[in-house]
C-alpha cells in the first residue's frame, strides 16, 4: 500500500509568482485535504475536494485554489505569492470525507519559501 | 467557532517518566477529536481518535487521551517516555456536522536520556 506522496520536497519563489504543489493521495482514498503549517504553528486547514469537488474550505484567499483529479491526486495552487505563505503545505488523503471515519493520513509535506 | 488550545509550548522529561499534554477544545458540542505527532521533516501520524462512547482512549506507541465533557479537555498520556517520542504533538478537533479540523498550536516535547 502506498503512502501519500508529495512534490516537490522545497520550492523557493518570489513575491508575486505562482506555485503548484502536488499530492498524491494514498491507494484506494477519495478525499484530499490541503493544510498550510506555518514555523511553530499547527496546520491551518484550506481546503477539501471530495470526488473531484471542492468539498470544504478555510479561511484562505481566492488566489489559493485546488484540483483533484479522476484518479484523485491533487494540486495546490498559490497565485500572486506574498512573503507570508512561507510554509509547509501539508496534503492529507482519506476515505470518505464524513468524521466518522475520516482518518486522514498525512504526506511528508512541502516546505515552500516565498523571497 | 471551533478552537483548540495546547497550553504547554515546550515540556521536557526524562527518559521513562510519565507524560501528560493538554489540550482544551471549545465546540458547542462535542467534537471528535484527535492526537497527532508530527516528527522533523516528516508528516503527521494518527496517535488516537475520540468519536463517542468511552471516554478513555487507547492509542497507537503506548499513548491513551481521556475526553473530559466538564473540563473540556482531550490530554494525552504515557506512563513511561522513550527518547523516540521527542517529536511535537498536535491537538486537533473537528466538528460532527462536517466541520473542517481545526490544529492546536503544537506541544514539543523534549526528552532526556
Known amino acids: 500500500e502506498t503512502g501519500v506522496t508529495q512534490s516537490p520536497t522545497h520550492l523557493i519563489k518570489t513575491r508575486g509568482q505562482q506555485v503548484t504543489l502536488r499530492c498524491s493521495s494514498q491507494?484506494?482514498?477519495?478525499?484530499v485535504s490541503w493544510y498550510q503549517q506555518a514555523l511553530g504553528q499547527g496546520p491551518q486547514f484550506i481546503f477539501q475536494?471530495?470526488?473531484?469537488?471542492?468539498?470544504g474550505r478555510g479561511n484562505f484567499p481566492p488566489r489559493f485554489s485546488g484540483l483533484q483529479f479522476p484518479n484523485y491526486s491533487s494540486e495546490l495552487n498559490v497565485n500572486a505569492l506574498e512573503l507570508d505563505d512561507s510554509a509547509l503545505y501539508l496534503c492529507?488523503?482519506?476515505?470518505?470525507?464524513?468524521?466518522?471515519?475520516?482518518?486522514?493520513?498525512f504526506g511528508p509535506g512541502t516546505r515552500l519559501t516565498v523571497l | 467557532a471551533q478552537s483548540v488550545t495546547q497550553p504547554d509550548i515546550h515540556i521536557t522529561v526524562s527518559e521513562g517518566a510519565s507524560l501528560e499534554l493538554r489540550c482544551n477544545y471549545s465546540?458547542?458540542?462535542?467534537?471528535?477529536l484527535f492526537w497527532y505527532v508530527q516528527s522533523p521533516g516528516q508528516g503527521l501520524q494518527l496517535l488516537l481518535k475520540?468519536?463517542?462512547?468511552?471516554?478513555l482512549v487507547q492509542g497507537i506507541k503506548g499513548f491513551e487521551a481521556e475526553f473530559k465533557r466538564s473540563q473540556s479537555s482531550f490530554n494525552l498520556r504515557k506512563p513511561s517516555v522513550h527518547w523516540s517520542d521527542a517529536a511535537e504533538y498536535f491537538c486537533?478537533?473537528?466538528?460532527?456536522?462536517?466541520?473542517?479540523?481545526?490544529f492546536g498550536p503544537g506541544t514539543r516535547l523534549s526528552v532526556l536520556p
Open positions: 475536494y471530495y470526488r473531484e469537488e471542492e468539498n
Open positions: 475520540y468519536f463517542s462512547g468511552d471516554t
Open positions: 486537533a478537533s473537528r466538528g460532527n456536522y462536517g466541520q473542517n479540523f481545526v
Open positions: 491507494s484506494g482514498h477519495n478525499t
Open positions: 465546540y458547542g458540542a462535542t467534537p471528535y
Open positions: 492529507a488523503s482519506s476515505l470518505g470525507s464524513q468524521p466518522s471515519y475520516n482518518e486522514q493520513f
